[in-house]
């Protein structure tokens, strides 16, 4: 597992956390998604054969947010 973390500036609320947890959450080979509000930060956790770190800041950015990522 890999663990990555999507710097989301334009997250704000509890719904744009929901949001992204679902949506990410749901993408194949993602085993975990943390979003923190305060530091506008979603930590994914994913298996690096089956999902892929484009894919899922593709996810991100289709939802309207804007993504920079930092691998962990």
Request: hydrophobic fraction near 40%.
């Amino acid at each position: 597992m890999i663990k990555t973390e999507f710097k989301v500036e334009s997250m704000s609320c509890g719904h744009c956390a929901k949001a992204i947890t679902e949506a990410v959450g749901a993408l194949p080979g993602v085993a975990n998604v943390a979003v923190d509000l305060a530091t506008k930060s979603v930590m994914v956790e994913y298996d690096p054969n089956e999902a892929d770190m484009d894919k899922i800041k593709a996810e991100i950015e289709e939802m309207g947010y804007n993504v920079c990522t930092d691998s962990v």
